[in-house]
């Protein structure tokens, strides 16, 4: 056996593992099939006493949610005066 026979396992490079990091952007349809599916496994979760595992899906429902909805703290919703001025 040679010294230029043995392969050593490198270190992914930082734009590699830059990559791997990336969020997904999904559309409004997968968006809200994946919200729907974590909902119930959240509740499952809930059910069998996990909450550990029900927080952590929690926060993924919160991220995917600013992504549909927008970010947090916004709110899409303005006020109206109903009243009529005289």
Do not use: Y
């Not at 396992?9 to 974590?38: W, Y």
């Not at 993924?60 to 001025?85: E, H, M, W």
Request: charged residues 35%.
């Amino acid at each position: 056996m040679t010294a230029s026979s043995v392969k050593v396992p490198t270190r992914p490079k930082k734009a590699d593992k830059a990559k791997a990091e990336e969020p997904v952007l999904l559309g409004e349809k997968e968006l809200t099939k994946q919200i729907k599916r974590l909902e119930k496994e959240m509740v499952e979760h809930a059910k069998n006493l996990e909450f550990e595992k029900a927080a952590r899906v929690r926060d993924q429902l919160a991220l995917l949610k600013q992504q549909l909805f927008g970010s947090a703290g916004q709110t899409n919703v303005v006020a109206i005066d109903t009243k009529k001025s005289a």
